[in-house]
């Protein structure tokens, strides 16, 4: 196991109720907050008036960035910084999913910087500072409640880059999962996709000694595979909603990684299909994971493959190595149909002759070098795997 240094700063407040907090914790930071949210599910549940009514109770003055795009644009971006300015805004609280807490990150880091928030974005300016910022979430999906990422889209250039810092966690993040109930089948498949493929991003790793972290991310397969489902069948069903957001919230968040030498591989391909079709980020991780795995399979790599279908599937172990491997790459690929994902880059829309320039993107945005590192992937690898997934 590598060296770590666990730092999770983001305080959690789990369950039914705990909205009733929202005021106390603003308070701590500020008292001009800048509300942010997406194109309006969060008036269809009523949580936009129990939000707006708490800040009102409380003597908190806000403004409001609203219609933040699911795959956030570098707009949204620049809008929310202006308001801030103008009005000298102290809190960010974010009241949605991924796309509306990842814009208000780059928004409370693009307040520490004179340029344009798209430099943080490409690395061309560093982060040095955020806003404090809170956040109740409403789907479950990315983990950025808990983590230090933001990922920013650029329509003008066909780039989705995602970039971190520290001071950009949410100070707290208020988890009901009752604010989850509405949501629709397919977003709640493609959280649950992205869950799983944050753990595996994290669990496909060359033999590291963190056995540990290892056990905890089959824990959290384990959870995504008995509730999945589930949460489609039963939108309110508690526990089901309840044990999907507080995966989405470990899987990514450090815990997974800790010690471990983890260099990102299907979510960095996944990133061009989104830049370039604006498709369901979970979706087009569902579509490429199966593939990715029987194309990264060799000697190497294949006992972690045996881990994962003995620990996760319970595959008989006295099987052949290679033969469980592959069974438990046609479960994983079985389970996302299960969840009524469609399977091929073509059902989604992709051209077929757009996935050379997508290959081409993928290598570019990661500075003309092979991505990841399970089976580090060069242009013609990520061709084969978006052909092999067409
Ligand atoms: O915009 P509204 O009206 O709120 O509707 C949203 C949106 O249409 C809807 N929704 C959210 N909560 C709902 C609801 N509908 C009904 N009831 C509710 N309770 O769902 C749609 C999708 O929302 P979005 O926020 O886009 O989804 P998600 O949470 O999956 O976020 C995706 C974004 O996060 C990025 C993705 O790339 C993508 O841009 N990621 C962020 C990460 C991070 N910060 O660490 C890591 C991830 O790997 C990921 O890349
Ligand atoms: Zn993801």
């Known amino acids: 196991m590598k060296n770590f240094h666990y730092s999770i700063p983001t305080e959690i407040f789990f369950g039914k109720g705990q909205i009733q907090v929202l005021g106390k914790e603003i308070k701590k930071y500020g008292t001009r907050v800048l509300l942010t949210y997406g194109g309006g599910s969060i008036k269809r549940i009523g949580l936009y008036d129990e939000v707006a009514n708490i800040l009102k109770e409380h003597n908190i003055d806000f403004w409001e960035l609203s219609g933040i795009e699911p795959n956030p644009r570098i707009d ?42 798209w430099d943080l974005v490409i690395r061309k300016a560093k982060v040095v500072d955020a806003l404090p910022l809170g956040t109740v979430l409403t789907l479950a999906a990315t983990g950025s409640e808990m983590d230090k990422g933001a990922v920013i889209t650029n329509p ?72 999945g489902r589930l949460a489609l069948d039963e939108p309110d069903n508690y526990e089901a909603r309840a044990n999907i957001m507080w995966a989405s919230s470990w899987a990514i968040n450090g815990l997974l990684s800790y010690g ?19 498709i369901t980020h979970g979706i087009g991780l569902a579509i490429l994971t199966p593939v990715w795995m029987e194309y990264v399979l060799d000697d190497e790599r294949v006992d972690r493959f045996v881990e994962y279908g003995v620990n996760v599937w319970d595959i008989d172990r006295s099987k052949d190595k290679y033969e469980i491997a592959r ?40 500075n003309g070098k092979k991505i990841g590192n399970f089976k580090p992937l060069g242009y013609e690898d990520i061709l084969n795997i978006y052909r092999k997934a067409y």
């Open 76 to 117: 949204s971006v620049r809008e929310g910084v202006k308001i801030i300015r103008e009005n000298e805004i102290d809190f960010i609280l974010a009241v949605g999913g991924g796309s509306t807490i990842d814009c208000s990150k780059a928004i409370a880091a693009s307040y520490y910087y004179d340029g344009d928030p």
């Open 156 to 227: 003008e250039t066909n780039q989705k880059l995602s970039f971190g810092h520290i001071s950009m966690a949410p100070k707290f993040s208020i988890l009901d999962p009752t604010y989850t109930f509405s949501v629709p089948k397919i977003q709640t498949a493609a959280g649950v996709a992205d869950i799983m493929s944050h753990t595996f991003e994290n669990y496909f790793t060359l033999e590291d000694g963190a056995y540990l972290q290892n056990r905890f991310a089959e824990a959290i397969l384990k959870t995504c595979i008995k509730y």
């Open 260 to 278: 471990k030498d983890t260099n990102w591989s299907v979510h960095d391909i996944e990133h061009e299909l989104s830049a370039f079709y604006d």
């Open 327 to 366: 069974l438990a790459i046609e479960k994983t690929r079985d389970f996302f149909k299960s969840l009524e994902i469609p399977m091929s880059l073509r059902e989604v829309g992709i051209k077929e002759e757009d996935l050379e320039k997508m290959a081409k993107a993928a290598i570019d945005n990661n």
